[in-house]
Every structure is written in C-alpha cells, then in structure tokens.
C-alpha cells in the first residue's frame, strides 16, 4: 500500500534512470489526488498575475513567500499527523501559546533569546509527547485529545499572562520571521523562506526513511501495521511531536513577522487541515504526499492574496473560500475515484471512506 | 484510525450501547456528587432550585445541537457547520417575527426549512460529491459565514415577548426550554431505536461498505442524517432569538461546533462511528452543564475554566477508552474473530506485533490490559 501510494502508475522498478524519475515525479505531481491543488496553484497565481502583472517581479513573490512560510510549515506538521490517520486541532492555540511565552520570557532582552527558543522547542516537544501518548496509549480519540490540549493551552496562556499578552519579542527573534539576506534580484532573500526549503527538504527526506513509510502504513491499516512489527504508539507519538515543533517554527516566523497579539493562531488549525486536505491527503490517513499539502496551504495564502487583490470585501471572502474548498476537494475525490480501474483495486479500495 | 471499524451488528449492539449509557450516566452521578462536594465546602448548595435552573438551561442550548451532532457522528461523518446554522437561525427567527406575534409559526418554518435545507447540502456534499466531512461542513460553514458577515453587520431584527417565553418561562424548577430538548431528545432515541433509517444510521457509521453491500442506501441514510442535525442546530438557534430577544450573527464564534462533537464523545458515542446514542449524549451535555454551573458557583478565573474543560473532556473519554478497550480485548481473545469483529474504536488493534515482544513497554495494549 505504502509503495502505491508513493509512485501510482508504476510497477516495482528497482532501478530508475533519472529519465524515469522525472516522469514520476511529474506523474505524482498531476496524477493521483494531488493533481487538483497543483492546477489550482497554478490557476489562482495566473489570477493573480493577471489582476496585478507586478506581482510577478521576484521582490513581491518574496515578500508572498515570507508572509506565506508559516501556514506551509504548520500544514508540514499536520500532514505528518494527519498520513498517520490523526488530527491535531491544537496547533492553533500552539502557535498562539509559543508566540507569547516568546514575548513574556524574552521581554524585548537581545541576550534571552537563544535560550528562550530552545525553551519554547522544549515545550512544543512536550506538547507533542503529550498528545501522542494520550492518543496512543490511554486511546483518547486525537479529535479529543487535541482539542482538550486546544482548551487547556487557550486557557493556560490566558490565565498565567492575565488576559493580555506582555513583554516584548528582541530583535534577533524577530530577524527569521522579518529579515533575511539582500539580494540583487530579489531584494531580500528572506530567512523564513529558507526555513521553509529546509523543512521541505527534511520533511521529504524523512517520508522516504523507514519512519515515512512506516507511518503512511500505520495510517493506511495499523492493524496491518502492528502485525507486521510497526510500534504504532512510537510512530503515531513522534507525528505528533514533528506537528508541534513544527507549530513551534511556525510561531517563531509568525511572531517575527506580525508580532504578539492576543490573537495569534487563532483558527490555524482549521486553516492548517484545510490546507493538508486540499493538498489530496486523505482525511483518516494512509495516502498523500506532503509536497502536496505545502502545496495546499501556499494556495490558501495565494487565494486571499486574490482576494486581496481583487479588493474583494472582507466580509464575503470566507464564503469564496469556501465555495472553493469545496469544489476543489470534491473534483479531487471525482479524480481519485477514476484512475482505480487501473490500479491495483483491492488496496485502493478499502481505503475508500464514505 | 482504523478503518476496519464493526458494524455494530443491530441486536448486540442493543445491550452494548445500553452498558455504554449507563456508564456516562454514573460519570455525571460522579461529576455531580464531586462538585455538590466541592460548592458544598464553598457553603453553598449545588440542588437549590436556582442552581438546579441554572444546569438545566444550560444544558438546553448545547442539547439540541449535541443530538444531532450524535446522528451525524452515529453515521461517521461530523457537522462543523452547526454554529453558523444557529448563527443563521437565530437571525432568520428573529428578523421573520419582527416583533409581530403573529408571524411566530412562519418564523419558525422558515427556520427549520432554511436549516433543513442546509443541512441537505452539507449531505450531499458528503455523499455525492465524496467530499470529506470535515472540509465539507467547514466549508459550508465558511459560505455561511461570508453570508452573515456580508449581510448583518450586529444584532438584527425583534423577537415578541410571546416567543421569549420559550426561552425563559418554566414549569416548575425545568425549564421549558429543557423540556423541548428532552422531548426531542427523545423523539431522537426512538428514531434510532424503532425506525428502520435510525437502525440504518449504525450500520453506515459501522462501515459504509458493508452496509452498502446489504442493499442498505447509504448516501440517503447520511443526508438524513445531516438535514436533522441542522435542524437541531436551527431549534438551537430558535432558543438563541428567543433568549437574547434578536438575532445574533456572533453566536458562531461561541465554539459550540467543537463543544457540541466533544459533549457527544463524552456521551460515549464512538468518533469512528456506529456505536453510541443520544442517552449518552444528553448525559455528556448535563456533565458540562454541571462543570460550568459548578466553576460559576465557585467564582473559578474564566481561564482557569477552559483549563479545566480540556482536561476533564480528555481525562472523561480517556477513561471510558479504557473501558471500552478492556470489554473489546476479552472479546477479541475469547470470541475467535480476532480478524473481523467489532475491533475498533481508535487504536485498539494490537500495538505490539510478535517481534517486538522484547520492547519494554509492549505498546500501548501494555496500559490497557
């Protein structure tokens, strides 16, 4: 199942030549459930490109990219949850936690910040661990369990500032979310855009380790997995630690580049899973490429900066978005429902949810 | 999550989900007894009438949106869309009537038809166009949402005195709204237990494949399923009008989509589908009420309270799993169908395969057992 998955429309090919992997490659990226958000990618920026041909000119792409990296690395973190048939909804409250411990602990000193972040990378951890073992070994449904750690973080942050975030992000914190290095053509070639090429990078690396195959098994039938010698608790447990250090990166570049508000991460997690399930990747797990679901949360960034562009009225922007998800979503599953006849059928099949 | 989920065969299921209730309702005997306990020390009494009042209409609003979150959740789908629908609702009741007794009836037509109609789309964008729950009800939630953001900019239209009265008269210490939310809850217990859909509805959220394959139309099950939760959530948002005397575009940002799925999983209604009802929804609906009423007596900072919540929703299922895995691992071990049976609610599959037996922590079936 996990090799389908990976590589539709292909046998077992031990060794490739690079010609090969470049078709598959380009069969993974228009074939399969992720081909619909790659198309609307690339319609919604020729949209874009349209309304306002500026926009093509590399510093505004840039400037996009930096504003955009948060969301994709959050929506990194989910997948890794969600291929392994779980949810995670308290990335939101997550993020919003990280930011103003950030502003509380550091308190605008240059020289806290280092060991401030490696706090915060402490507390994601232990976030994660906690998700994952209540999920994994006391059997609390991840809905529930992510969403009581939602609860608990909104209230904990809320109760121990006293209501209203304090204190001061420093500068150097700021630096990955705002800054980054000048460049001739682009301007500014941000740090939070290289932030993003490494966890994509890392992030592919991994789902091709034994771990990412493990996982998508896992997610895919852990029954099967567990027979088959998978420790679903430990693999199910690290998704969940990735999802929130991740959520912790992202925090880190959304306070630099917006600074601390009450309400920072709001919503993220909704935002977040849209993104991952735009992206093609199976609700309930087993199936999806996370390239895809980066894909699915830069087309969320690009759909408002649509909007934006269009000067559309705030108020009717959730319903386009809306209307769109939905459409893009259902043409998906339209996709994915066809090409089975020509695939293996038993292993597509009973992955099929209603 | 397992996709192997039981169908929850129609005659067993009958006494296991009868053992399920029970347990949620000893929960909320427990929940109440701790908290009596605790405003007890605080030198007050949590049966006064007042206090009493206070869990019960409490308990109403959330009521009708937990029932019919359980028939969505019954059949393994999820209503995210439910607070945009009392959204909704409560502003159709309540610019409808416009302060004119005489149009309450149409009011509440239209409130139900424009729910029911809602609720028809999110089935059918779950069933025909396979779109996943989740992101179909967040989606029609989002176009819900753009509708009332573009359309009402603050409280709109005038509820008459005559219709307030569902919102707070009362016969005796219940209050009518409560009453209403029984009587539907059970109306709701007997669709699932006589009727022919309501059986449906287990068998779907069982496994929709084998229902399917026993002649059993699922896609119509689920938007039945799906019509009368948005209607429920439409009676939500009628109690809504007639408790604030308008209609409110900002009921959606109260969280009772996630409130309403978090009280139907305490209630013991499987997340998974096809195991569950709504007597336990109704206990897991007063187990909040009485943890808000409680941290209200009790002067408990607001923050503190969502602590609190998370905790105690967590704490609350994680036990019950226990439970569940412990009937479910005997069955497994003594039933011979290891391979087929009602085998999972999340995770209970054997965690720890014959080659790691030298783990020291054989998995998560280690804590369960």
């Known amino acids: 199942m996990t090799v389908t998955t990976q590589q539709p429309a292909q046998g077992p090919a031990p060794q490739r030549s690079a010609g090969s992997r470049a078709g598959d490659l380009l069969a993974r990226v228009f074939g399969g459930g992720s081909g619909t958000v790659f198309a609307l990618l690339i319609v919604v920026f020729a949209a874009i490109f349209i309304v306002n041909p500026s926009f093509a000119e590399p510093p505004s792409l840039m400037a996009f990219l930096k504003q955009a990296a948060p969301l994709m690395i959050l929506a990194i973190g989910q997948y890794f949850v969600i291929v392994s048939g779980e949810f995670d909804l308290s990335v939101g409250s997550l993020v919003g936690a990280q930011v103003v411990i950030a502003a509380a602990l550091i308190d605008g000193e240059e020289g806290r910040t280092v060991p401030v972040i490696l706090l915060m990378l402490g507390f994601g951890i232990l976030v994660g661990l906690i998700n994952g073992l209540i999920t994994t070994l006391l059997k609390v449904q991840s809905f529930i369990t992510t969403l009581g750690m939602m609860l608990v973080l909104y209230g904990a942050i809320r109760l121990w500032t006293g209501g209203a975030p304090t204190g001061a992000l420093s500068e150097a914190f700021r630096q990955p979310g705002r800054g980054g290095i000048d460049l001739a053509v682009v301007r500014q070639l941000p740090w939070a855009l290289m932030i993003l090429i490494g966890v994509v990078i890392i992030a592919v690396a991994v789902m091709r380790s034994s771990y990412g195959r493990t996982l998508i098994a896992t997610g895919d039938n852990e029954r099967a997995a567990g027979f088959s010698g998978v420790r679903v608790w430990r693999v199910r447990t690290l998704a969940f630690v990735i999802s929130s250090v991740l959520a912790t990166l992202a925090a880190i570049l959304i306070g630099g580049y917006a600074g601390v508000t009450a309400q920072v991460g709001q919503g993220m997690e909704f935002t977040a899973i849209t993104a991952v399930v735009l992206g093609g990747v199976a609700l309930g797990g087993g199936r999806g490429w996370v390239v895809a679901a980066m894909a699915g949360a830069l087309t969320l960034e690009a759909l408002f900066v649509l909007f934006n562009q269009l000067s559309m009225p705030s108020t009717i922007r959730p319903a386009v978005q809306g209307v769109i998800i939905i459409a893009a979503v259902a043409y998906a599953a339209r996709e994915r429902a066809r090409p089975r006849h020509h695939q293996e059928v038993p292993s597509q099949s009973q992955s099929n949810e209603a | ?369």
């Not at chain 2, 065969?9 to 009596?36: F, P």
């Open chain 2, 1 to 369: 999550m397992s996709r192997a989920v039981a169908v929850a065969g129609t005659g067993k299921a009958d006494r296991r989900r009868l053992g399920a209730t029970e347990l949620v309702w000893l929960a909320l005997v427990g929940v109440t007894i701790i908290g009596a306990i605790l405003v007890a020390l605080d030198g007050q009494n949590l049966f006064s009438i007042a206090n009493t009042r206070d869990v019960l209409s409490r308990s109403s609003l959330l009521g009708f949106v937990a029932i019919g979150q359980t028939l969505v959740i019954l059949c393994r789908s999820l209503d995210l869309s439910v607070g945009y629908v009392m959204a909704l609702s409560s502003l159709i009741a309540a610019t409808t009537m416009n302060g004119d007794p005489a149009r309450v009836p149409l009011a509440i037509v239209a409130v139900l038809v424009v729910a029911g109609a809602i609720g028809l789309c999110n089935g059918l964008i779950v069933s025909v166009l396979k779109v996943n729950p989740f992101i179909a009800t967040l989606g029609v939630g989002l176009i819900i949402k753009g509708y009332l953001d573009t359309q009402y900019q603050g409280p709109a239209g005038e509820v008459p005195s005559s219709f307030q009265q569902f919102g707070f008269s009362r016969i005796g210490p219940v209050p009518l709204s409560t009453l209403v939310m029984l009587l539907v809850a059970v109306a709701g217990i007997l669709f699932l237990r006589k009727t022919r859909t309501g059986y449906h509805m287990f068998a779907v959220g069982g496994s929709a494949d084998v229902a399917r394959l026993s002649g059993i139309r699922t896609g119509r099950v689920l938007v039945t399923a799906h019509v009368l939760c948005s209607i429920a959530a439409g009676l939500a948002g009628l109690l809504i009008a007639a408790r604030f005397g308008t209609g409110s575009a900002l009921v959606y940002n109260s969280g009772y989509d996630l409130e309403s799925i978090a009280a139907v999983v305490l209630g013991g209604t499987l997340l998974m589908g096809g195991r569950g009802g709504i007597g336990g929804t109704i206990a897991g609906v007063l187990i909040l009420a009485v943890l808000d009423t409680v941290f209200n007596i009790l002067a408990v900072d607001p923050f503190f309270k969502d602590v609190l919540r998370g905790t105690i929703i967590v704490a609350a299922v994680a036990i019950y799993a226990r439970r569940q895995i412990d009937r479910k691992a005997s069955r497994i071990r003594f039933g011979g169908d290891g391979g087929s049976g009602g085998s999972a609610p999340p995770g209970s599959p054997p965690d720890s395969a014959p080659g790691d037996t030298g783990d020291p922590v054989p998995a998560g079936q280690g804590g369960a057992r």
